[in-house]
Each structure stands twice: as C-alpha cells, then as structure tokens.
C-alpha cells in the first residue's frame, strides 16, 4: 500500500510541475468562508477572483514581460474560524506555492495568519474590519474594502446635518461587540454635535422590543440608529418602530442589511430610512458587474464583490507593470505605485498611512441611500472626509 | 411622549405578551394536572405551529384563520401520536418522562434547523396599520393577536366545563383510580389533552409569527416563561395559569419600559420569588395532600 502511495505521488508531483513548465499557469488563491453562515460574503470574493481571471484567459492570459499566463483560482474554506484559515493557508503557501491570495475574510483568521503571509512575503487582499489588519509589520496586507472607522464618521456628520437629528436613540446587543459599538457611536454622534439620549441593551435572542423602544422613544429622539443589529433583528427594528408611531429618520449606520430590512418591515416602514451603501447600484459599471455575479452564481451579489474584483483588477495590473508573476515585493511595490486606477468602483487609490501607519487601504466612494417605494436610492456620495 | 402614553402602551405590551404566556400555560399546566408529566418539548410545539402558520399563509395565501385551524389540528394530531409512542411507555415514571419529553424537545429543534435552517423568518402581518384613539396609537396586529387569544381559551373553557369529554378530563386530572372506575378510558384521554395541549402551543405560536418571526429558536422563551407562569400560578390550575401569565406578561412589559430590559428581566424573577414566599403553592394552586 505504502510502495502503491509513493508511486502515486511521485506521479502526480511529476504530472504537476511538467504542467506549469508548459502552460505558464499563474495561481491566485482563494481563502474564504465558503460553508456556513459567512457563505454570502465568501462566495463575493471567490466570484470576484473567478470573472477578474476569466477576463484575463479569455483573452488568452495575462500578458507579463512578453510571456502569457493563464490564472487559475485556487479557492480553500476556513470555516469562518482561525484555526482552519490558518491550516489553509499553510497549505497555499508550502503546497501550492501561492503568492497572491483574496482572503482572509473575518478579523480572527487574519490576525491569525497575517504573521505567515508577512514572514512569506504573500500579498493578501482581506474583508477584515479589524483595525489591526492593515500596520506598518504586515507589509504584504492589503484590504479593499471599506470598513466601518472609515465610513462611519462622515456618515453621521452628513446624517446629523443634513436631517437636523439633535437627540439620537438606538438600541444594541448585551455583549461586547454591541456594547463596543454603541459606544463608537455615541461618540461619533456627540462629535458632531447630536446627542446620544437613549442607549439600550437587550439581550441577542430577544424578538419583542417594544417595550425598550416605549422607553427610547418617551426620550423625544429625533432619529433612530440600527448599528450593531444583525441585518433580520434591524428589520424588526424598524418594523416596530413604525408601530409605535416613531416617524422620524431611522438610520443604519453599520454593514449592508438593506436586503433584509426590506423583507422584514415592509415598504411602507421603511420610508425615511438611510442606510450605509458600499458601492452606487446606478453605475452602468456596477448593473454590468451585478449581471454577470447573478447570471453565473444564481445568487444576489454581495456589494462587497466588486471592490474584491477590483484590487485583482489592480494586482493583474501591478504584474504587468513589475514585469514579475512570483516577485511579491516588486509587485506590492508597483501596486501602491498605481494612482487614481480606473474600476468599476470609479477611480481607486490607496490611504489610510494616517490612521494605521500603513497605506494599503482601498480608497473608493461610498455612498448613503434612502429607502424610497421598497428600493434604495443614493442621496450621498462620501469620501473618508466627507459626504455630499 | 408622556406618562399617560407610556402607561398604555405598556399595558397593551404586556396584554398581548400575557394573552401567549397564558396560552403556553394552560397548555403546559393542563398535560401536569391529567398526567403528571412535564413537558419540556412544549415549546417546540410552540415553534412548529409558528411554522405551519407561516408556511400555509405566506406560500398557500389562504385566509389566516384556515392557518390557524390548520396548525392546531396538525399539531394537535402530531401531539397525540407522540404521546402514544414516545410518553406512554413511561406513564409509571415521572422521571423518565421528564427526559423523554426532553429528548423531544432536543429532536424537534435540530429537525428544524436541519429542515429549516437556522435564520429567522420574517412573516407578513396579518393585518396592518394602527388605532389611534386620542395621542395612543395601537398596532392592529397587535390586537388581533390579544382578541384571538381570548377566543381561543374561552372555546378552551366551555369545552372543559360544558362537554362530556372535558368533564372526563378534568375527572382524571382530580383522580385517575376515581375516574376508570367510573368508566373513563384513561387510554383515551391522556392522549386526547395532550394534543389539546400542544395544539393551543402550536396556536400561540402561529398567532406570534407576524408580530415576532419564526425561527427553530422560537419556542425557547416561551417554553420557560410558560414555566415560570406554571409554578407562579399553582401546578395544574388552569386559572392559575391565566392569571399567572396575565400578570407574568404586565411585569415584564412595565418593569422592561421603566427600567430597561437587563432589569427587567432580574426584577421580574424576583417579583416571582417574593410571591412564592408568600403563597408556596403558586397564587391559585392548592397544596398537595
């Protein structure tokens, strides 16, 4: 049996590196939750590696310094938890050989990994939020989507002004992220001069909150704050809020839940909702994007896919201009060289040396939405400064 | 939003929280008072008739009172069945009971989640805007919810007090020896209240899914506070469990709008406890002999 293994190994290892020494293939991995609850956002990145590939092979490959290379995608689950991550990855970068990676997806598995990718010098593009993803020790750590330090600030000054919202109320989860970030938002609204004047907590399996919104609402707020709530509990939210008579502006400050708000409240409650919105569902660009996720996964495309295909977009660009597919310094190099590249997100760059001493954050517009007739429509457009 | 506004609209909360405690109590305590078992799986029969209410209304779009006959009577039959094959056996034995029943619960969870998925779903309102009467406003649904309830128990009632069978009920729930000799098929009848029981679940929970969601996690609430409601209003007694759930449902409502919902739920154990204290056998039970 042993003897019967090693003949096998030995052969597949043969079949493998004859493979790559003829057809010029180019590995991207794919690391991601691609089972389980996180299935929705995994599946945006892995679709957003699959068309960025698909459009350089159907051009026959990715043309760098004078040779083609055909991508292929090389995709592995980590289950949404660090110890898994971790193992995967191992495998892309000792197996497989990888150098290019979309992934990690959550906080844990990055913190976890990012050591490795660091010490391997393997360039990742992460969904984590986590403020610690992007320093100046992991140099190899990009991220292009915009997490919620960024948006947030400029969100709530466009809200505050623009609806002239002075008392603020909102009610969030009993453990410690929801206690985190009410208390993030406390502080953003009293920055720009609204106050925060009804904080609840409630326990997470809790379905009946009118009597905690009874108590919020007898404060006299003028606007409503979801962040914190998972995207169902926000609809029912909003769907109780209205039937306590509550008119005024209700505001959802965190991750795209619009979807579910909808679902759950119906058209005529969500009126004079405002809702964070990553990517502006009116550019022809985007429409084109959303057809052809839809058409090829039968699934609704997450809006964080396209900026997952746009920084694939920007690394395929920086390998062309390095004139190197296994260099991962010469292309970390030319990719924070490209300047106002042109996505379907609109003109990219990248920021964030400010706040995290690391410069490898996607700087891309974001938009606030207003729920009008049961469908989002943009009424802002922001940058990390401001929204107008 | 002043005192006169809260004060009602706390009243009418814990109306209809009342009215589906009342509901899971009467059920819970009835099956206790005939046949001496607990039954821990009554939340999950909660849960599918959430379920059945949801399906047949959102995918069949029949009128919503046909959902509700649906659910009890499905649930009612399933109930009985399972009283047949899976509590019978252990009718000597209250302990072991108590663990089937737990078993069933445990069963019937993962089912759903299995079936169902774990992710709560939202369901439509059966009917929708507001009463205002002067500066209060009432969601509709919500007091659907509370009429519906008082319908269902008082048909409850009169089927106890006024017809043959629920005489016989209540004749094995005082004295089971008492009530073979006088003819009663036992056999017949714990079957019979247990479905009844899980049946009026399965109707709380298929009149909560438009007001909350449904979800296999639904029951689990309900389940404990109809527990709580059981002990507060004396084991067996089915006044007591109206009484008890009414006044359960107040003290969360009030305590949850004056003082928060981690208060609320410290204070309303406590409250449970000090009544305790006073009356052990629950507010209308009687002390066993």
Redesign the interface.
Known sequence: MRGFLKVALLSAACAVSSYSASAQTLKLGVLATLSGAGTAWGMAMQGAAELAAEDVNSKGGLEVAGKKYKVEIVAYDDHYKAADALTAFNRMVYDDTIKFVVGPLGSAPALALLPVSTENKVITMTMAFTPKALSADYKYSFRPVIPSDVFSDPQIKWVVQKLGAKKIGGLFP?DESGQQVGAANEAAYEAVGAKFVAK????R????F???L??V??K?IDAFELNGNAP?TA??LVKQLR???FKGPIIRTGGDATADIL??A?K?ATENVYVHQPINTDSPAIQEYTKRFETKYKTPLNAFSPFFYANVQMVFAAMQKSGTVTDSDKVREALLGLKDFETLLGKVNWIGEAQWKSNQQLDAPFYVAQLKGGAAQVVAKCTPKVCE | ?DYSI?LA??VL?GLV?GVMYMLMAVGFTLVFGIMRVVNFAHGEFYMLGAFTGFFTYVYWEIPFIVCLLIAALTIGILGMLVERTLIQPFRSDEMSGMIATLAISVIIQNGAVLLWGP??R?M??IV?G?LAIGPF?F?W??LVVIAAAALIFTAFWLFMQRTRLGRAMRAVAQDTETALIQGIRVNYIYPLAFGMSVALAALAGALMGP???VSP??G??PMLKAFVVVILGGLGSVPGAVVGGLLLGMI??FT???F???M??ILQLLLVILILLVRPAGLLGQREA
């Open positions: 009993n609840e907590f409630f326990e399996e809790r379905v009946d009118v009597p905690l009874t108590r609402l007898a006299g169902q609809g029912l039937e306590l008579g679902k759950v119906g005529d | 939003m809260l609209q706390a909360n929280i992710q709560p939202a439509p309102d929708t507001t406003s969601p649904s919500r007001v909350f969601s996690f639904v689990l609430t969360e409502s949850a709008t004056i928060g919902s981690l609320s739920d």
